[in-house]
């Protein structure tokens, strides 16, 4: 009999540079949030450091490894983060993942 494969969403950092970290078997977990796909890649043994401020629904990514937000204006680059490449529109701490979803987090200047 062959074994059920494990649950697992897909997270992907975009420094916007050309450069990209893929993880591609976060396990999964019933109610797991954007926020525990984070931290399941910071355990990983090639992870990510980030910071981030506040929890659940007011939770705010300021830094991924060595990016940090810059801020508003035309030109400030921030992490700005999709889900199955769609703009998230809830705060990724209180964002419930689904298995197979692929999170993405890009460096970028927002546009509509």
Known sequence: AQQAKPKAIRLVIDYGDGVEKHFT???WSEGMT????????????????????????????????DLENEGGGAKGKNWI????????????????LRPSDVVKWRFEAFKL
């Open 81 to 96: 983060y999709r889900v199955n490449d769609k703009l998230a529109t809830k705060g990724f701490g209180v964002y419930k």
């Open 34 to 65: 954007a926020l525990d796909a984070m931290n399941r890649a910071k355990a990983s043994p090639h992870g990510i450091t980030f910071q981030y401020s506040g929890k659940g629904a007011s939770a705010f990514l300021s830094k991924i490894d």
């Open 25 to 27: 078997a976060l396990r």
